[in-house]
């Protein structure tokens, strides 16, 4: 049966302009919230194996946190997420300079991300679409640029986000969704005992500012070997380099898959709740962060949230592939459509 979209007003942020919600209930009475406000994802609410529903995404306590978020809670992130070393790049012959709003790196998109952006949304049959139009040199990116972000959430508990992007120049793409998991609940604290696996051969190492070396590193015999099940835990307790510099994970996997095929990329299970997570994506990479920096006093429901509460599974391009020739490259040609799937599925183990 089609799946029920239920559209409220939820505030007004802080220039007063109105915010929906749209709740997306399927048959069984699961259900994805989501927010005009960054196209983010704000609830997800599915069965553990006790049959008792749980919300297992991170949140703010109103808008305020999302207009201004520096955790990124279930946004839609870019034009180009992840870090760009010192916000320069050089397509075309010619120099652009960012803005940097991680020390002295560019981050997730710069100071006004899409993900502190209002969209205009619609309802179209079981989807709702969040459209944003950017300006050329907004944020110091050339083009003019066209953003689509697509929701549904269907009666097997899957949720697919579609991402499609087009510029009037060259300009840099890879968009991704920020949402931090935790599948014992989002007020049940440490996301350790969580066990992850990786379709994934190899990793990206970073330098002291998150910036990837250049470097394709093997998993194999490291803290970073996911190829199968362990828990988050265990990859810390082992101890690496990377971690130390990250304090965490805050790194991305090579998927082992062929280009823009939808494949089954990373996978995330709790015993506790007996909720898994299994990431279907298009994209290349996915970068897994354990919220290594995570600090919010005023979460949703009171919650209050610190350092691996959640973790991310962030589906997208390599990261500063623009300064990387070695990287296959984010670059979006003019009048060019981005598109990338992914797919989250979730059930009980």
Known sequence: ??????????????????????????????????????????????????GELKDIVLGYA????????????????????????????????????????????????????????????????????????????????????TVEAKFSFDDDNVLTVEYSAVSDKDTLCSITNHSYFNL??????????????????????????????????????????????????????????QIDIAKGYDHSFVIDKEENTLVLCATAESEESGIKLECYSTQPIVHLYTGNYVHVKKGKEEASYLEYSGFCFETQGYPDAINHPEFPSNVLKANEKYKQTTKFAFSVI
């Open 1 to 50: 049966m089609p799946a029920a979209i239920i559209i409220y007003t939820y505030g007004e942020d802080s220039k007063g302009k109105g915010v929906n919600y749209y709740k997306i209930e399927n048959a069984n009475g699961a259900s994805v919230t989501l927010s005009q406000l960054g196209a983010s994802i704000v609830s997800i609410r599915v069965p553990d194996k006790k």
């Open 184 to 241: 014992n609940g989002h007020t049940n604290g440490s996301i350790n005992n969580h066990s992850l696996k990786f379709n994934a051969n190899s990793f990206i190492p970073v330098d002291e500012t998150l910036i990837p070396t250049g470097e394709i590193r093997k998993v194999e015999n490291t803290a970073f070997d996911f190829r199968n099940f362990r828990k988050i835990s265990d990859g810390l307790a082992q101890g690496h380099e």
């Open 62 to 145: 109103g808008l305020e946190g999302y207009e201004y978020d520096g955790a990124y809670f279930g946004a839609t992130v870019g034009r180009c997420c992840g870090r760009i070393r010192n916000g320069k790049f050089t397509l075309n012959n010619k120099d652009y300079q960012l803005t940097t709003n991680d020390n002295h790196n560019h981050l997730h998109g710069g100071i006004k991300s899409f993900s502190r952006r209002i969209w205009d949304a619609m309802v179209r049959g079981d989807n709702v679409i969040f459209s944003l139009k950017v300006e050329d040199n907004d944020e110091g990116y050339p083009g003019n640029m």
